[in-house]
C-alpha cells in the first residue's frame, strides 16, 4: 500500500555525479573534511568512548555548520542539495572527524529520519520538526526494530489501537540509535497484528508523550558515543495527526526508508577507510625494520593496497547508488551492493590497518583499533550482510 505523501527527488546533476566519482578529492568533500579535523577535533573523544558519552557540542557545530540541512528542501530551513553533494559531505565530514558515533548518530538523523520525514510526512508534521532538526535544536530517532523479530523487521508486535481521536501506543522498540538524546521518533506499530505487512503504520511521535520510557544508554562494541537504547510505549496517546501515510502504509515508508539508509549510512565508513589508507602509507612509510621502511616489506604494503582495493570498490558503488536515487530510477540493487560492500570492507580496512600498525594499533591512546569496533555495527544495522546478499540474489531471479 502506497504511502499518501510523497515529493519528486531533488534535480540531478550528472555532471557532478561524474565528478564525485572521479575525484575523491572533490572541493566539496575536502572543504569538510578540513573543517572536521579544526572544528571536530575533541580531546575528550577517548574518554567519552571509554563512558559511552554522546558529543551535544559537536552535534551543535555540525547543525551551525550545515551538516543537518545538507539535502533538506530550503522550504523547512535546508540547503537543498542532491544526494551525490550529501555523499561528498558526509565523505569529508568522517576523513575529517575522529568521532565515528558522531558521524554515524548524524547519519542515521539525515539519512533516514529527515529523509523519511521529508517525504512521507504531512506538511505539519514536516513544519513542525524539519526546521529544528536542521538547527540542531531537535535530534529524531527512527523505532522499528524490536527484540523478537531481527532480519523480520515487519514482524511486529508493538501495537497502534485505533481510538476515535488518535491511536493508542504499547510495546517495545528495541535498539533505537539516539533514543537516550531524542526529541522525536518515527515509530512503526501494527493496527491488525493479523493482516502482516499491511498493518504496520508509521507515526511521527513527540518523545514527551506520556507514557514513552526510555531505557538506559546501552553500552556497546563500537559506535559508543552514539545513544543507542530501547524505548517502551505504555498505553502512549497520539493524535490522528501524528500518523504518517495511511493506515498499511508502514511497510512502504520502512521500505524506502531502508533503501536509502542501506547505503549512505555507509559513505561515513568510506571516508574513514579513506583515512585509514593514508594512515597506513604514512605509518609505513615513517616506521624502520632491518634498515628500511616497513612499507619496502611486501605483506605490508599488499596489505595497504588491498585496503585501497576494497575502498575504491565501496565508493563507486556508493556514487552509483546515490546517482540512481538522485535520478528517480530504481536503485534496490546498488543500495544492496553499496551496503555490503563497504560495511565488509570497513571491518577489513580495519583489521588491515591494525595488522600494519603492530602493537600502535591494538592499544587505545592511538585510535587505530576504535574504526575497528566502530565499523563491526555496519554488518548488522541497515540489514546484515545476509540479508544484502539475499537482496541481491532475489534481484538476479534467484527463487526464495
Keep these: 500500500m502506497p504511502a499518501e505523501t510523497d515529493t519528486e527527488p531533488v534535480t540531478f546533476d550528472a555532471t557532478l555525479a561524474l565528478e564525485a566519482l572521479l575525484d575523491d578529492q572533490h572541493p566539496l568533500k575536502v572543504d569538510c573534511t578540513e573543517w572536521a579535523r579544526t572544528d571536530l577535533a575533541d580531546p575528550t573523544l577517548v ?9 551535544a557540542e559537536g552535534w551543535r557545530r555540525c547543525a551551525e555548520r550545515g551538516i543537518q540541512s545538507v539535502v533538506v528542501d530550503p522550504t523547512y530551513g535546508g540547503r537543498g542539495l542532491d544526494l551525490v553533494s550529501g555523499m561528498l559531505t558526509f565523505e569529508g565530514l568522517s576523513v575529517g572527524c575522529d568521532d565515528g558515533g558522531l558521524v ?9 529520519v529527515q529523509m523519511a520525514l521529508e517525504r512521507f510526512g504531512s506538511e505539519e508534521q514536516k513544519q513542525r520538526w524539519l526546521p529544528s532538526m536542521v538547527d540542531g535544536s531537535v535530534i529524531g530517532c527512527f523505532a522499528m526494530s524490536e527484540h523478537g523479530a531481527g532480519s523480520d523487521a515487519l514482524a511486529l508486535s508493538a501495537t497502534a489501537t485505533k481510538t476515535d481521536d488518535g491511536y493508542v501506543l504499547n510495546g517495545t522498540k528495541a535498539w533505537v540509535t539516539l533514543s537516550p538524546v531524542a526529541d522525536v521518533a518515527i515509530v512503526f506499530a501494527t493496527v491488525n497484528p493479523d493482516v502482516g505487512r499491511w498493518g504496520v503504520t508509521a507515526f511521527c511521535v513527540d518523545m514527551s508523550t506520556p507514557g514513552i520510557e526510555v531505557q538506559p544508554n546501552r553500552s556497546k562494541m563500537g559506535l559508543r558515543t552514539t545513544p543507542f537504547a530501547d524505548i517502551v510505549f505504555t498505553d502512549a496517546v497520539v493524535p490522528a495527526s501524528a500518523r504518517m501515510g495511511g493506515e498499511g502504509a508502514g511497510a ?4 524506502a526508508a531502508m533503501e536509502s539508509e542501506r547505503a549512505f549510512l555507509l559513505a561515513g565508513s568510506v571516508g574513514r577507510l579513506e583515512r585509514q589508507v593514508a594512515d597506513a602509507v604514512t605509518y609505513a612509510n615513517g616506521r624502520e ?13 599488499h596489505e595497504i593496497a588491498s585496503m585501497k582495493v576494497a575502498h575504491e570498490n565501496a565508493r563507486n558503488l556508493l556514487y552509483k547508488a546515490a546517482a540512481l536515487q538522485a535520478r528517480g530510477e530504481p536503485s534496490m540493487m546498488a543500495a544492496a551492493l553499496a551496503k555490503l560492500a563497504a560495511s565488509e570492507a570497513a571491518v577489513a580496512g580495519s583489521l588491515s590497518a591494525i595488522r600494519v600498525h603492530g602493537a600502535r594499533g ?6 587505530v583499533e576504535r574504526p575497528l569496533r566502530d565499523s563491526v555495527g555496519g554488518l548488522i544495522y541497515g540489514g546484515t550482510s545476509g540479508v544484502q546478499l539475499n537482496i541481491v540474489a532475489r534481484l538476479l531471479g534467484l527463487p526464495g
Design 289 to 301: 625494520q632491518f634498515g628500511q621502511p616497513v612499507g619496502a616489506f611486501q605483506s605490508v604494503s
Design 104 to 112: 554515524f548518530a548524524l547519519s542515521s538523523q539525515i539519512w533516514t
Design 252 to 255: 512502504s515508508i520502512f521500505s
Design 47 to 55: 574518554e567519552r568512548d571509554q563512558t559511552c558519552t554522546f558529543w
Design 362 to 367: 591494538f592499544v587505545s591512546e592511538f585510535g
